[in-house]
């Protein structure tokens, strides 16, 4: 990746529904604590991959649905695609590798003779993957009988079954664990290969990612049978992977922790900030530390006290400004004010609050940029700002707000007159 100059301090490449996402955790609580976690200790050296089964079209409606994250890499349509940032450049390169030796046309044809095999949605064709339904107590014999037919017709390809329903053909040279090892081979040429990389999974596609050397594997504690009897065949001596006790994205927390990957406890979990000796400062950890104060504040989860208002003013330069994304300008110190009538206006309410793509550049001594994207849930309304702050900073206990810009992300300008810092 670009963004970084040198090796990844961390790698963190997860699947997504029932792993990232939690479908069953209607707060997505898991999720937001993994989201802080990552902004505050790991954006700015590390690099988070997400591998889906899900087509482009179903990734991107799943990003619209639940707090996620921007990340750094995509593989989709079950490692049939690789593609790099927010404007999802794809890899050209992997596209010539599953060239071979692979011919969709005659892999429809094939499997069209089998009336066990229901066809799923047009969306979730892809250039190289054919995807189906089939009930778990045939699954078995198709797969034999096409893996057959596809080697006598000189195809070279790869059945996978998995979540109890979907059945997928793909290059034998593709897949999840494929897609992967494919990274690692680009990141070793380039003498950026990340110092610990971290796979995560819940299902039978995402076995190929655990077989991949040298990365350590949790298996979230909502693991499907398919994957536990994988694990359980192939890699039960193996210490480098774990079964979490937790769920999805709790589950991921858990295992940075157990491998010593890093940090393991998110801004979320921590209630009082105050604790502790500060030895550094951390942008990151400062932007996620200060939206989760406002949204506290909001939510009447922390007291209506003055003294922590008080503490954020002595972080701001009194000359300072504010410009919010509706326009106009107006001094730290009253938009500090103006937050101060908000206590509790969200309490009882589905309200939360998460930062994206946060990145601090020095662009003088002492002096930082920082921005990402803001965002806010209230109700079933979501929407968000591209933020700028300029920030002074004289040693780990003193840092200054100098200004701060906001402009709406196009598309997730909220129009409702809410309050907005």
């Given at each position: ?43 700015r050296?590390s ?22 994250l ?8 079950v ?61 078995q ?33 593709a ?45 979230v ?78 939510r ?18 009194p ?28 309490q ?33 309304e ?40």
């Open positions: 990746m670009d963004r970084l100059s040198a090796a990844a301090r961390l790698m963190i490449v997860s699947d997504l529904d029932h792993t990232m996402v939690d479908h069953h955790d209607a707060e997505n609580l898991s999720l937001l604590r993994f989201n802080a976690l990552w902004e505050a200790h790991y954006r050296d690099l988070l991959v997400f591998s889906t089964g899900r087509s482009p079209t179903l990734y991107k409606q799943l990003r619209k649905e639940k707090p996620m921007t990340p750094d890499i995509t593989i989709m349509s490692g049939t695609e690789i593609t790099y940032g927010d404007a999802m450049v794809p890899d050209n390169g992997w596209v010539e590798v599953l060239n071979q030796k692979w011919d969709k046309k005659i892999v429809t044809e094939e499997a069209s003779w089998f009336p066990e095999l229901k066809l799923q949605s047009e969306t979730e064709q892809r250039p190289h993957k054919v995807s189906f339904y089939v009930d778990k107590d045939k699954a014999t198709v797969t034999q009988k096409l893996s057959e037919i596809f080697k006598n017709r000189g195809l070279d390809v790869k059945i996978i079954y998995s979540g109890g329903m979907d059945l997928d053909i793909l290059p034998q040279g897949g999840k664990g494929q897609a992967l090892a494919y990274l690692l081979r680009k990141f070793k040429s380039e003498g950026k290969v990340p110092t610990n990389t971290l796979v995560c999974g819940d299902s039978g596609n995402d076995a190929e990612l655990f077989s991949i050397p040298e990365v350590y594997g949790v298996m504690s909502n693991a499907q049978e398919e994957l536990l009897q994988w694990h359980a065949a192939n890699a039960k001596n193996n210490p480098k992977i774990t079964h979490a006790t937790e769920r999805c994205a709790a589950g991921i927390i858990q295992a940075i922790g157990h491998f010593k990957l890093g940090p393991s406890t998110s801004p979320r979990d921590i209630k009082d900030e105050s604790d502790g000796e500060v030895k550094s400062i951390d942008l990151g950890h400062e932007v996620v530390k200060l939206y989760l104060f406002y949204e506290r504040w909001r009447a989860e922390i007291d209506n006290s003055e003294i922590y208002l008080s503490s954020l003013k002595a972080n701001c330069c000359s300072g400004f504010c410009v919010p994304p509706s326009g106009g300008e107006i001094s730290l110190a009253e938009a500090i004010n103006q937050f101060r009538k908000c206590y509790g206006d969200k009882g309410k589905q309200f939360r609050v998460w930062v994206d793509r946060v990145l601090s550049t020095e662009i003088g001594p002492g002096t930082w940029l920082v921005k990402f994207h803001k965002w806010e849930l209230s109700g079933e979501r929407a968000c700002s591209i933020v700028s702050i300029i920030l002074r900073i004289k040693d780990a206990s003193d840092h200054t707000y100098m200004h701060v810009h906001e402009t709406w992300l196009e598309g997730f300008g909220a129009n409702d007159g809410r309050f907005w810092i």
